[in-house]
């Protein structure tokens, strides 16, 4: 189809086809353009619009695109606008029901950035496939971990983990494989015919070479406290189907074995095997082999039952989450990585990197390293090979680590919170969105009189799983990395009270500079901004204050999100300003700028 001077578009669908249609200044009539049928359609299935102009984004919305199901009722959807401006993606919320009639619809509102419209509004039927059919269509992986010369734990009665973990193995094989399912066992029996230095990669390929959807591993649990006990799953904390994933077979193994939930947790860096599969991959803890109780538990059959049973559950429910019809981009880049910091900093290599894809979109992506020790206490420049699958090329990370010095010029400006789990104080405002608003505003003033600003974050990164802890050691390291003569933390202060309120600033006992530095700031934001003044504070029990190497470190609590007088203030940018005014004015004249 030839389109001049007018606005085209299509739906991307199992199989690309047009879905005609053109944008002028012409009213659209109020019939529907039919648009044909699509069948079989995943349950799951994200509708991908494109146009050949950029679109108007305030025209889509749920009023001009929307999913109809067989009574006429909308299905809510999320709608997405490409990061090229020329398409619209558009996703349920929930899965479509099986063996259902649907329709989307394209309404003549929809215009582009310059103006034009659709002449005719236009819809697209699709019918949902049935359950047994989008079964068929998944492959997925069970690792039962160890195996051969590996026994795995071994509890003190000699009950080994690789049998555990085996025979739970073949239990959700077979359940899966009665749905329908396509399964592949990384082992089916003990007799394994790799060796040890060669597991990780065989495992990994067994699920890669065979383009799994889902990878499941089945292991059991050990620790030096005998009383340990109960369930885990790990997941990839970058990829939130694994999280779903993990979560669902979780709720379920609980639910049908009615043991201890100890929860779903990040996948910590040396479980390399949930770090290396293109399937969305988790790990499952059946219990504690060093817990004699446990391990009778874990031996017994109705509980190796019931705990298949759970993981099968889990993965059924989970099953559609992921739309295996859509052709998967591969990866067409990775950058290398540089790191810096200081000697005797905390660092541990990355998990995941950003790996830029063939459809232009960038996804984080499991990687691992050739080397897993990081020695920071020796200066010196250290390289690390990263192998992340499906992309032939190594990923280099190179980690130089300096001797520590202070640069004068330096300043550390660190909005509190808004990393991880991190997420701070929730009231009027949250605590992390207003610590970098001013963060970044208390930055821009102080780089306009030439100093060399250090930000722990520019963004919101509530969404790259760290931990509390991780969260502050980040921040830390890279004011150390810099060498930054100053750390300033910007906080806001909550209570169960909502009549406390006011500002405070702490710092670090027994350090001149330190308390030169918060009275400066804390006296600036009483005159600047007009709160009450709570005074200097104790510092000494901050972990910034006891692990950053700056000369002098504070944290102001710019008020009480849980006040209302407070949150006014922290509400109006014009506050804002003063506050970040109030701040930067106190660091600068502490560092005899002004």
Same mark, same amino acid.
């Given at each position: 189809?030839?389109?001049?001077?007018?606005?085209?578009?299509?739906?991307?669908?199992?199989?690309?086809?047009?879905?005609?249609?053109?944008?002028?200044?012409?009213?659209?009539?109020?019939?529907?353009?039919?648009?044909?049928?699509?069948?079989?359609?995943?349950?799951?299935?994200?509708?991908?619009?494109?146009?050949?102009?950029?679109?108007?984004?305030?025209?889509?919305?749920?009023? !001009? *695109?929307?999913?109809?199901?067989?009574?006429?009722?909308?299905?809510?959807?999320?709608?997405?606008?490409?990061?090229?401006?020329?398409?619209?993606?558009?996703?349920?919320?929930?899965?479509?029901?099986?063996?259902?009639?649907?329709? &989307?619809?394209?309404?003549?509102?929809?215009?582009?950035?310059?103006?034009?419209?659709?002449?005719?509004?236009?819809?697209?039927?699709?019918?949902?496939? !049935?359950?047994?059919?989008?079964?068929?269509?998944? #492959?997925?992986?069970?690792?039962?971990?160890?195996?051969?010369?590996?026994?795995?734990?071994?509890?003190?009665?000699?009950?080994?983990?690789?049998?555990?973990?085996?025979?739970?193995?073949?239990?959700?094989?077979?359940?899966?494989?009665?749905?329908?399912?396509?399964?592949?066992?990384?082992?089916?029996?003990?007799?394994?015919?790799?060796?040890?230095?060669?597991?990780? $990669?065989?495992?990994?390929?067994?699920?890669?070479? $065979?383009?799994?959807?889902?990878?499941?591993?089945?292991?059991?649990?050990?620790?030096?406290?005998?009383?340990?006990?109960?369930?885990?799953?790990?997941?990839? $904390?970058?990829?939130? *189907?694994?999280?779903?994933?993990?979560? =669902?077979?979780?709720?379920?193994?609980? $639910?049908?074995?009615?043991?201890?939930?100890?929860?779903?947790?990040?996948?910590?860096?040396?479980?390399?095997?949930?770090?290396?599969?293109?399937?969305?991959?988790?790990?499952?803890?059946?219990?504690?082999?060093?817990?004699?109780?446990?391990?009778?538990?874990? =031996?017994?059959?109705?509980?190796?039952?019931?705990?298949?049973?759970? +993981?099968?559950?889990?993965?059924?429910?989970?099953? @559609?989450?992921?739309?295996?019809?859509?052709?998967?981009?591969? *990866?067409?880049?990775?950058? @290398?990585?540089?790191?810096?910091?200081?000697?005797?900093?905390?660092? %541990?290599?990355?998990?995941?990197?950003?790996?830029?894809?063939?459809?232009?979109?960038?996804?984080?992506?499991?990687?691992?390293?050739?080397?897993?020790?990081? @020695?920071?206490?020796?200066?010196?420049?250290?390289?690390?090979?990263?192998?992340?699958?499906?992309?032939?090329?190594?990923?280099?990370?190179?980690?130089?680590?300096?001797?520590?010095?202070?640069?004068?010029?330096?300043? %550390?400006?660190?909005?509190?919170?808004?990393?991880?789990?991190?997420?701070?104080?929730?009231?009027?405002?949250?605590?992390?969105?207003?610590?970098?608003?001013?963060?970044?505003?208390?930055?821009?003033?102080?780089?306009?009189?030439?100093?060399?600003?250090?930000?722990?974050?520019?963004?919101?990164?509530?969404?790259?799983?760290?931990?509390?802890?991780?969260?502050?050691?980040?921040?830390?390291?890279?004011? !150390?990395?810099?060498?930054?003569?100053?750390?300033?933390? &910007?906080?806001?202060?909550?209570?169960?009270?909502?009549?406390?309120?006011?500002?405070?600033?702490?710092?670090?006992?027994?350090?001149?500079?330190?308390?030169?530095?918060?009275?400066?700031?804390?006296?600036?934001?009483?005159?600047?901004?007009? #709160?009450?003044?709570?005074?200097?504070?104790?510092?000494?029990?901050?972990?910034?204050?006891?692990?950053s190497k700056a000369t002098a470190t504070v944290l102001t609590e710019l008020g009480f999100v849980t006040n209302s007088s407070?949150?006014?203030?922290?509400?109006?940018?014009?506050?804002?300003?003063?506050?970040?005014?109030? +701040?930067?004015?106190?660091?600068?004249? %502490?560092?005899?700028?002004?």
């Open positions: 189809m030839r389109c001049k001077k007018k606005w085209c578009f299509l739906i991307v669908a199992i199989a690309v086809f047009m879905f005609l249609g053109s944008f002028n200044f012409v009213k659209a009539e109020e019939v529907y353009e039919d648009k044909g049928v699509e069948l079989n359609v995943h349950s799951k299935k994200s509708w991908t619009v494109k146009f050949n102009n950029v679109v108007d984004s305030n025209t889509i919305t749920a009023e !001009n *695109i929307f999913v109809l199901n067989e009574n006429g009722g909308k299905v809510p959807v999320e709608l997405q606008i490409g990061s090229e401006g020329k398409t619209v993606i558009v996703t349920p919320l929930k899965s479509y029901d099986y063996e259902k009639k649907y329709k &989307i619809i394209l309404k003549d509102g929809i215009k582009s950035k310059a103006g034009k419209k659709l002449i005719k509004s236009a819809k697209l039927d699709f019918t949902i496939r !049935n359950k047994e059919d989008e079964y068929k269509s998944y #492959t997925v992986c069970i690792d039962p971990g160890h195996g051969g010369e590996d026994s795995g734990y071994v509890s003190p009665y000699g009950l080994k983990e690789k049998s555990i973990n085996l025979s739970v193995a073949l239990k959700v094989g077979k359940m899966l494989e009665e749905k329908g399912i396509n399964v592949i066992y990384t082992r089916k029996d003990d007799d394994i015919p790799w060796n040890s230095n060669e597991d990780l $990669n065989y495992r990994i390929g067994m699920a890669n070479n $065979n383009n799994a959807d889902y990878f499941v591993s089945i292991h059991c649990n050990y620790s030096d406290n005998p009383s340990e006990n109960g369930i885990e799953t790990y997941y990839r $904390n970058w990829d939130p *189907i694994s999280q779903s994933l993990g979560k =669902a077979i979780q709720d379920e193994v609980i $639910n049908n074995t009615q043991g201890r939930n100890r929860g779903i947790k990040p996948a910590l860096s040396e479980q390399e095997i949930l770090l290396g599969t293109k399937a969305h991959a988790i790990m499952v803890n059946l219990g504690f082999m060093s817990n004699a109780q446990e391990t009778n538990i874990l =031996a017994d059959s109705d509980f190796q039952y019931n705990a298949a049973l759970g +993981i099968t559950r889990g993965i059924l429910n989970s099953l @559609n989450l992921s739309d295996n019809t859509k052709q998967k981009p591969t *990866i067409s880049s990775i950058k @290398n990585i540089s790191e810096t910091i200081s000697t005797g900093s905390s660092y %541990t290599l990355p998990t995941f990197v950003q790996a830029t894809m063939s459809d232009g979109s960038v996804r984080k992506v499991g990687v691992i390293w050739n080397n897993k020790n990081v @020695n920071t206490n020796t200066a010196g420049t250290y390289t690390y090979k990263g192998k992340v699958a499906g992309y032939p090329q190594q990923v280099m990370l190179t980690l130089n680590v300096r001797g520590y010095s202070i640069n004068s010029n330096v300043v %550390t400006i660190d909005p509190g919170h808004g990393m991880g789990r991190d997420t701070g104080a929730v009231g009027g405002v949250v605590e992390d969105e207003v610590a970098l608003k001013v963060g970044l505003k208390v930055g821009s003033i102080l780089e306009s009189h030439g100093v060399d600003v250090i930000y722990t974050r520019k963004t919101d990164q509530r969404s790259n799983g760290m931990s509390v802890n991780e969260s502050l050691q980040k921040r830390v390291d890279v004011s !150390n990395a810099a060498g930054a003569r100053y750390f300033v933390s &910007i906080h806001c202060n909550s209570f169960g009270n909502a009549y406390a309120n006011g500002t405070e600033t702490l710092y670090n006992v027994g350090n001149a500079e330190s308390k030169k530095l918060a009275l400066a700031i804390q006296n600036n934001i009483i005159k600047e901004v007009g #709160t009450y003044d709570r005074g200097l504070k104790d510092g000494n029990w901050l972990y910034l204050v006891n692990n407070d949150v006014a203030k922290l509400k109006s940018d014009a506050y804002l300003d003063k506050y970040a005014r109030a +701040i930067a004015n106190g660091i600068l004249k %502490t560092m005899g700028k002004i």
